[in-house]
């Protein structure tokens, strides 16, 4: 079995690296598993037993990205994406700039057959099984044709994970079909009408019920996306930690992934690699979380299954 | 003293109006507070104690507001903007569809001095002060000069309600001033310009941190704003319900308007009366909620407040 190599960049995150690579040495050792930081010089010789590739430059969180992605060729997450593209890592995390995250996948790793834009997904838990929402980041403003794509990468994700025909939602302010903006109205009409589709449009979900989990996939922008989990974490947070000495343990790991805490990242879905994006404020326990789903996307060869059930779905 | 007469549109609830009028029997009866109800003739002698005006018609949920609004001119929540109008009510509630709600009251009501467009408020409990957001419904796409205006009417609510000075944020994806749509970067930069302002701008606010407690006035388009709160409520249902047994009732209490079994609904903010908007699933409960709610803005002549306070703001 060969190594499978994950690729850490340490830089955008709240935390220190030192933090980061603390928490990173505390994940169980697998002899299978090897994690290749990437991170600045000074950083390099801290108490570090993992592979460590220099980059002398770091993407700011308030940079455009665009702007800074031309003018810092050696950034972190520009070396992690080279050696992602390159076949020397199986998977990149990393808790840098959004957008220059999402841009440099598109420029260096290319987008999969048919996918106008690359989509950041995350999976959470509601009373039934975990949906996975999209967008939850990458695309602050999109058209219907765009939300259609993001149900059928939603489908493809849910059926890689077993799930053989999903049930997906649109996220909107109401269930009736007249709700939200005219590009909701057509997405919700182009769902409800394409040919043989792979997956069963339950129409409008609001955010209320989205955690009865009866719809195996959300879509929606990534603006409201966004607004959507953070909300989420927000509450959770607020709520477990007031009340976090009373609940027993089995429940609090039920919700543990909304706890921002904990929060394992989202993956950007669409791109050739595997590309998990964590929040600037993850802790190190949420990052090195990010780290696991990565390892476990890596093992089960999960861009190849992506890119055959989309096959299906997109012409 | 006067007696307060509060308006109850009985229709557009997901319960039926029995169900309502048993729960507005519960209330606490003051001599100085009148309910009036409003509903279908069918309605009228369910055990009923109170004033009751028979509306021949209903629009309904999944009808378009304007053309509704043409049509069914004796619809309930009609009826119920023309009492407020006349001064026969001094405040109204309903959980008739907001579309509708917000369209009569502009034509029937007009708006206050100023406004531009009537957005819904609500009060959502965080770590510290509860924090007034808006809009939460009522206009799903909105210019910068909405965004601005909503600031100022959030400022006058919370001033009316003893803050000085109220912190303002905007609700995005990123703290940094690039974030968000062209529309989110001018009201940004609109804001932090203003000239003599009586808020104080923090910039802006993730889903995480509004509950922090760190902003008085959280301020949305009505699509985000719906969705934000919503899954709020959503979030905090799921976990509330789950964990119920094992929290202490002061510590329930304090998340309970959260549980969307609870909301007492959104203030209509922005035109001349008080209108209260339920949410179409609230229980019986979250519905008298909104009544109390009613009682209480009433009761401290809110309209005018606030009328005074946005005379200051806007001119």
Redesign the interface.
């Known amino acids: 079995m060969n190594k499978i190599r994950i690729g850490v960049d340490l830089m955008g995150n709240e935390n220190s690296p030192q933090d980061l690579i603390a928490a990173l040495k505390e994940l169980t050792p697998s002899p299978h598993i090897e994690l290749i930081l990437i991170g600045t010089d000074e950083f390099k010789h801290h108490s570090n037993p993992f592979p460590y590739i220099t980059a002398p430059e770091v993407i700011e969180?308030?940079e455009?990205p665009l702007a800074a992605l031309r003018k810092k060729k050696k950034a972190s997450l520009c070396i992690g994406m080279r050696l992602l593209k390159e076949g020397k890592i199986e998977a990149l995390v990393s808790a840098g700039n959004?957008g220059a995250l999402v841009s440099s996948a598109k420029m260096i790793l290319s987008t999969l057959t048919g996918i106008l834009r690359p989509c950041l997904l995350t999976l959470i838990p509601?009373?039934k099984n975990p949906v996975a929402v999209l967008d939850v980041?990458a695309n602050?403003?999109v058209q219907a044709k765009h939300l259609v794509q993001f149900a059928l990468i939603g489908t493809a994700y849910q059926q890689a994970r077993g799930i053989e025909k999903p049930i997906i939602g649109l996220?909107n302010?109401?269930s009736?079909?007249?709700k939200?903006?005219s590009e909701h109205r057509l997405a919700y009409h182009n769902l409800q009408t394409i040919e043989h589709p792979t997956f069963r449009f339950a129409g409008n979900i609001?955010?209320?019920?989205?955690?009865d989990g009866n719809v195996d996939v959300l879509v929606t922008d990534?603006?409201?996306g966004?607004?959507?989990?953070?909300?989420?974490?927000?509450?959770?947070?607020?709520?477990?930690d007031?009340?976090h000495d009373?609940?027993?343990p089995n429940?609090f790991k039920?919700?543990q992934s909304?706890h921002?805490a904990e929060y394992p990242g989202a993956l950007l879905a669409g791109v050739k690699g595997i590309v998990i994006k964590c929040h600037s404020?993850s802790t190190p326990r949420g990052f090195t979380n990010g780290v696991l789903g990565a390892i476990a996307l890596a093992q089960e060869n999960f861009i190849q299954a992506l890119q055959d059930k989309l096959s299906n779905e997109i012409t």
């Open positions: 969180m308030d455009p959004t509601t009373k980041g602050t403003q996220l302010i109401g009736e079909a007249v939200g903006t609001e955010g209320t019920s989205v955690f990534g603006f409201t966004n607004v959507f989990l953070k909300t989420a974490e927000g509450i959770a947070t607020m709520i477990l007031r009340i009373h609940i027993p429940e039920k919700f909304l921002y404020y």
